[in-house]
């Protein structure tokens, strides 16, 4: 093998290593859990899920032909509770168009969670579920809460907001859903999770 | 023995033996294997670094279940990750995928071992001398050598003692996150923010963690970080098994955050109330609660009676008298909390 080869390898060897530390340093202080979701684009994970005082069952089909808003949130949850009262605000402004709001409980029991709700309020323009398992979070990919996902009529996922919403994001939001559009993901504010029960 | 009786002993022998070897190589891993292997593989989203298998995240908790059922539904490995992935991406496996940005962390042993072929080739080449120095080479001697396999294994040698160093050193750190040490033999104030919330994350079924759970919940409220401060009171005030001066210490705490973070009066002052149930006479109860209806509820003639119930009280620190009264006074005179 010729001195000549060996230094081109060489060469291609030292600038493939700045490369790769280059890649690397790139990354660090990055929030792993600030991936693009998967779904953006994707048919939304089908569920059906007891509502919080256990009377009935919702399934994301039960709502087909409607622009469905998916909500995880929790009474641990400080930016869940910041945001509350524009998602009712928000939930009740759009229930005339066609627009279905679901808030489901995320790593919370849902005595606890209904017992925040009473204080916090409860909208007949918002359906709030409990989710056993943690199972339909998995299968949205929650990271940590608040987490609001945009279905839109045809069932695909279109939209999701990553930390604290208000009304006006939300609105926007679905103002450009309702146009068409497909909003895709936006990252308002940090999420929480649940150290321990 | 007769040649053929060996010769049938040897087949029977032979038999048994690869028969054994392909059960051993062809035999499925049973369901729990499969589930730990499963579980090693998959970044717990909730975690830094950690596998759900290793993790007490109540959210890892909840994937290894779903995984669980999903091996005994007869379900794939494939398929069960890619259930896993086409809901988090592949960033949520611990193995990332040999695609994008993370194909150099695969191409990176490829290039190390091309980089160290071609270092040894150019040796082999050019015995006297060293890679760049090809102009200086001179005739190789056996001492040379000798001292470049003994540097060579040197090198070696402090590099592997620096990784078990530092492996040794990670691990350290981590035990307390374990779930074996004696909750009652640690001393919170020793401790950083990330090991108490690991020791509390793996102990949660056990009361005696309160004290712990508090202490790093007062830690974040000192630093004003109600968010992280919030789920820990919140827990031990739902607990319902924190001793009486926790449990009302969480409550005060969460009466305030609700009205200084959020602005929530009416939460607020149950809460505070709350925490009065459990001790009537807490100045710091009282205060809290005079406040939030003086600057809060624009009340300020309950806000003074209360003021004036925590300076009826012989204990109180000079300072936090000072600060009363000069409140009971201005809240007397009817003005605006400042």
Same mark, same amino acid.
């Given at each position: ?31 792993? =859990?600030? !991936? ?6 994707? @048919? %939304?994970?089908?569920? #059906?899920?007891?509502?919080?005082? +256990?009377? &009935? ?42 627009? =279905?709001? !679901? ?6 029991? @849902? %005595?606890?969670?209904? #017992?925040?709700?009473?204080?916090? +309020?409860? &909208? ?74 | ?338």
């Amino acid at each position: 093998m010729s001195g000549r080869w060996l230094r081109w390898l060489g060469a291609g060897v030292a600038v493939a290593t700045v490369v790769f530390a280059v890649v690397l340093a790139s990354r660090f202080g990055a929030d792993p =859990s600030l !991936v693009p979701s998967p779904l953006i684009g994707e @048919p %939304a994970p089908e569920f #059906a899920l007891p509502t919080l005082d +256990g009377t &009935s069952t919702v399934s994301l089909s039960g709502l087909e032909g409607d622009i469905v808003v998916v909500n995880f949130f929790a009474s641990w949850c400080l930016q869940c509770r910041a945001e509350h009262d524009d998602l009712v605000a928000t939930a009740e402004a759009f229930s005339e168009q066609g627009v =279905s709001f !679901v808030q489901i409980a995320y790593q919370e029991s @849902p %005595a606890q969670t209904l #017992a925040y709700l009473d204080e916090a +309020g409860i &909208s007949p323009a918002m359906r709030h579920l409990a989710d056993p398992g943690s199972r339909t979070a998995i299968a949205y990919g929650v990271f940590g809460i608040p987490e609001t996902f945009f279905i839109d009529a045809d069932g695909v996922v279109v939209g999701k907001l990553v930390g604290e919403s208000n009304a006006l994001i939300l609105g926007a939001t679905l103002d450009s859903i309702l146009g068409g559009d497909q909003p895709g993901e936006t990252v308002t504010g940090d999420t929480m999770q649940r150290p321990s029960p | 023995m007769s040649e053929r009786l060996r010769d049938t002993v040897y087949l029977v022998f032979m038999t048994i033996t690869v028969v054994a070897l392909a059960a051993l190589v062809l035999a499925a891993p049973d369901r729990d294997d499969r589930v730990q292997e499963l579980g090693s593989r998959i970044r717990c989203p909730v975690c830094e670094g950690e596998a759900i298998i290793d993790s007490p995240a109540p959210m890892a908790r909840d994937m290894m279940k779903l995984i669980r059922q999903r091996v005994d539904e007869g379900a794939s490995d494939e398929e069960i990750l890619s259930e896993i992935t086409s809901s988090y991406s592949g960033a949520v496996l611990l193995d990332p995928p040999a695609e994008g940005a993370t194909l150099w962390l695969w191409l990176a042993p490829l290039l190390a071992l091309a980089g160290g072929i071609s270092v040894i080739l150019w040796w082999r080449a050019h015995p006297g001398g060293t890679p760049g120095s090809a102009k200086s080479a001179t005739p190789s001697s056996p001492r040379r050598r000798s001292r470049a396999i003994a540097g060579g294994l040197l090198v070696t040698l402090v590099l592997g003692a620096v990784v078990v160093a530092a492996g040794s050193a990670l691990q350290d750190r981590e035990g307390p996150g374990g779930g074996a040490a004696d909750l009652d033999s640690v001393d919170p104030s020793l401790v950083s923010n990330e090991t108490m919330e690991a020791v509390i994350g793996a102990n949660q079924d056990d009361p005696s963690i309160d004290g712990m759970r508090l202490a790093l919940a007062e830690r974040y409220f000192r630093a004003g970080d109600y968010r992280s401060a919030f789920p820990h009171y919140l827990a031990i005030a739902q607990s319902g098994t924190a001793a009486d001066e926790t449990a009302h210490t969480a409550l005060v705490r969460l009466g305030w955050m609700a009205y200084d973070g959020n602005g929530e009066v009416e939460t607020a002052l149950e809460l505070l109330d709350q925490a009065l149930d459990i001790d009537a006479g807490s100045p710091m109860a009282l205060y809290l609660k005079g406040l939030v209806l003086w600057c809060g509820a624009d009340r300020p003639e309950e806000a003074g009676d209360l003021f004036q119930a925590v300076l009826d009280q012989a204990d109180l620190e000079d300072e936090t008298r000072t600060e009363v009264s000069d409140d009971l006074a201005a809240a007397r005179r009817g003005e605006g909390c400042a």
